[in-house]
């Protein structure tokens, strides 16, 4: 699963550590398109754009670090998925990757539908605008004050995901005369991971109702009880950065299994079947995502078949991609302040962010690529450890990689495919100030999510 140590060749033979790299790439100034935004290029100088913006004007303007969307990406990725699923299915965007006002209206304007698993999340979406209908509401644990806030404004489903919570919004709903439309989440035992999935024991997870017990046959049994919910379909996410679509097979399996005992034990055909998000992305030249077109044809094949095996009628299926859609279109920029060159092992490049606007690689060995952006070298690969200005050794942005070795203050680097997880799950440790986002379209930048000052930090401080 993991990228291999590999002899880095002959040219850079003096003694690299162990270390999930592979061969510096033959020309560093190359961008891989595979894990940069659609109109990210590199100019004659060697100083690179995105949405016909340098970043070195960018850069002045905005200031470092911040993150660079663009939007016509975004908006490409939008229309990528809805044309592959047709009419046939929804696709809804999982707010979570990253939201703001300006995604909230592209996603509308783009015709996708919108997963939110919080009141904030719940507040930014209507308030950009996404008719409630359009809006899922998901979540281990949602507040009374969450579901009644979603129940009063009409959102389209609420994915319920406990015994407990079936009862709750049911009687929320009913209190104030609405029926809600509800799908169960459930457990399929199935845990995907990168290019691999592992069908045992992963019941064992906060998440859902485990088909396993017959848990899960039993929350549909007291949903189809309730008045105040009107059950619409079953619910299943297996994990996140997949490749590989046999964890996909195995789910959609399980569900239609379950949704043919529904069938035998209450004359009911459950018309929806949701399979969650999930689907991977290039963060280096190594990973090779599918295109939405083949998740769509293989994910519909694999439904359409279990149900025939079943003599069910094919639901309609939904799925919830986030990083697949956000992920790609946006890179952060940094400032290089210090370059140290530790003997034998490797060079630290430090940067004027880190774990506080991407906690991805402390949180879980996430691997990223860097390039140099504000101009061209021609100098020879030097293995980095790109780090940011956290007081943590562990405050890694990107563990290994090759930059050139005329690395020095003052440049500007970029890391790819930062648009989902990074501002997120950005924080203030060190009371840090929290990046831009900043929509890049057509020459044109305009900020969607300001920079954090320092006023702000203060404001919440009232001791
Ligand atoms: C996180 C999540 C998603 C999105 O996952 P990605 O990996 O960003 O595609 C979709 N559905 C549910 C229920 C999730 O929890």
């Given at each position: 699963?993991?990228?291999?140590?590999?002899?880095?060749?002959?040219?850079?033979?003096?003694?690299?550590?162990?270390?999930?790299?592979?061969?510096?790439?033959?020309?560093?100034?190359?961008?891989?398109?595979?894990?940069w935004a659609r109109t990210v290029r590199?100019?004659?100088?060697?100083?690179v754009s995105v949405g016909g913006r340098e970043v070195?004007?960018l850069?002045?303007?905005?200031?470092?670090?911040?993150?660079f969307l663009d939007?016509?990406d975004?908006?490409?990725?939008?229309?990528?998925?809805?044309?592959?699923?047709?009419?046939?299915?929804?696709?809804?965007?999982?707010?979570?990757?990253?939201?703001?006002?300006?995604?909230?209206?592209?996603?509308?304007?783009?015709?996708?539908?919108?997963?939110?698993?919080?009141?904030?999340?719940?507040?930014?979406?209507?308030?950009?605008?996404?008719?409630?209908?359009?809006?899922?509401?998901?979540?281990?644990?949602?507040?009374?004050?969450?579901?009644?806030?979603?129940?009063?404004?009409?959102?389209?489903?609420?994915?319920?995901?406990?015994?407990?919570?079936?009862?709750?919004?049911?009687?929320?709903?009913?209190?104030?005369?609405?029926?809600?439309?509800?799908?169960?989440?459930?457990?399929?035992?199935?845990?995907?991971?990168?290019?691999?999935?592992?069908?045992?024991?992963?019941?064992?997870?906060?998440?859902?109702?485990?088909?396993?017990?017959?848990?899960?046959?039993?929350?549909?049994?007291?949903?189809?009880?309730?008045?105040?919910?009107?059950?619409?379909?079953?619910?299943?996410?297996?994990?996140?950065?997949?490749?590989?679509?046999?964890?996909?097979?195995?789910?959609?399996?399980?569900?239609?299994?379950?949704?043919?005992?529904?069938?035998?034990?209450?004359?009911?055909?459950?018309?929806?079947?949701?399979?969650?998000?999930?689907?991977?992305?290039?963060?280096?030249?190594?990973?090779?995502?599918?295109?939405?077109?083949?998740?769509?044809?293989?994910?519909?094949?694999?439904?359409?078949?279990?149900?025939?095996?079943?003599?069910?009628?094919?639901?309609?299926?939904?799925?919830?991609?986030?990083?697949?859609?956000?992920?790609?279109t946006a890179f952060?920029l940094?400032?290089?302040?210090?370059?140290?060159?530790?003997?034998?092992?490797?060079?630290?490049?430090?940067?004027?962010?880190?774990?506080?606007?991407?906690?991805?690689?402390?949180?879980?060995?996430?691997?990223?690529?860097?390039?140099?952006v504000?101009?061209?070298?021609?100098?020879?690969?030097?293995?980095?450890?790109?780090?940011?200005?956290?007081?943590?050794?562990?405050?890694?942005?990107?563990?290994?990689?090759?930059?050139?070795?005329?690395?020095?203050?003052?440049?500007?680097?970029a890391?790819?495919?930062?648009?989902?997880?990074?501002?997120?799950?950005?924080?203030?440790?060190?009371?840090?100030?929290?990046?831009?986002?900043v929509?890049v379209k057509?020459?044109?930048a305009?900020?969607?999510?300001?920079?954090?000052?320092?006023?702000?930090?203060?404001?919440?401080?009232?001791?």
């Amino acid at each position: 699963m993991s990228r291999s140590a590999h002899p880095a060749g002959p040219r850079h033979a003096d003694v690299y550590p162990e270390g999930h790299y592979t061969a510096p790439a033959d020309d560093l100034n190359a961008l891989d398109e595979k894990v940069w935004a659609r109109t990210v290029r590199r100019n004659e100088e060697g100083v690179v754009s995105v949405g016909g913006r340098e970043v070195t004007r960018l850069a002045e303007e905005f200031g470092t670090p911040a993150y660079f969307l663009d939007e016509a990406d975004f908006r490409a990725r939008c229309r990528a998925w809805a044309d592959a699923f047709g009419t046939e299915a929804d696709v809804f965007y999982a707010g979570k990757a990253f939201l703001s006002r300006a995604v909230v209206r592209w996603l509308k304007e783009e015709g996708l539908n919108l997963d939110v698993c919080s009141g904030g999340e719940l507040s930014t979406a209507l308030d950009a605008g996404m008719p409630a209908e359009r809006i899922a509401f998901h979540g281990n644990n949602k507040s009374t004050e969450e579901i009644v806030r979603a129940v009063e404004a009409g959102v389209g489903r609420i994915v319920l995901d406990s015994f407990q919570e079936i009862v709750r919004v049911a009687h929320i709903a009913q209190e104030r005369g609405r029926r809600q439309r509800v799908q169960i989440r459930v457990t399929v035992g199935v845990e995907a991971h990168t290019h691999e999935f592992i069908a045992t024991a992963h019941e064992d997870q906060k998440f859902g109702i485990a088909l396993a017990g017959g848990q899960a046959a039993e929350a549909v049994r007291r949903a189809l009880k309730l008045d105040g919910i009107e059950l619409i379909g079953i619910h299943s996410h297996i994990g996140s950065q997949i490749f590989d679509m046999a964890g996909f097979e195995v789910s959609a399996r399980r569900v239609v299994q379950l949704l043919a005992e529904v069938r035998d034990e209450h004359g009911v055909e459950l018309p929806e079947i949701d399979l969650g998000g999930g689907l991977g992305i290039a963060y280096t030249s190594e990973d090779d995502p599918r295109e939405p077109h083949h998740i769509a044809k293989s994910l519909t094949e694999i439904v359409t078949r279990e149900c025939e095996a079943a003599k069910l009628r094919t639901p309609r299926i939904s799925v919830e991609p986030g990083r697949a859609i956000v992920g790609p279109t946006a890179f952060t920029l940094y400032e290089v302040g210090t370059v140290k060159p530790l003997e034998g092992l490797r060079t630290y490049v430090s940067v004027d962010g880190g774990m506080s606007d991407n906690i991805r690689t402390a949180l879980y060995d996430a691997e990223y690529s860097v390039a140099l952006v504000s101009r061209r070298s021609d100098a020879e690969p030097m293995l980095v450890r790109v780090v940011g200005k956290h007081c943590e050794s562990g405050d890694i942005l990107v563990r290994d990689a090759f930059l050139p070795a005329d690395i020095a203050p003052g440049d500007l680097l970029a890391v790819p495919a930062t648009g989902a997880y990074c501002r997120s799950m950005a924080s203030n440790y060190n009371h840090a100030c929290r990046p831009p986002v900043v929509a890049v379209k057509d020459g044109a930048a305009r900020v969607i999510v300001r920079r954090e000052t320092e006023e702000d930090l203060l404001r919440l401080d009232v001791g």
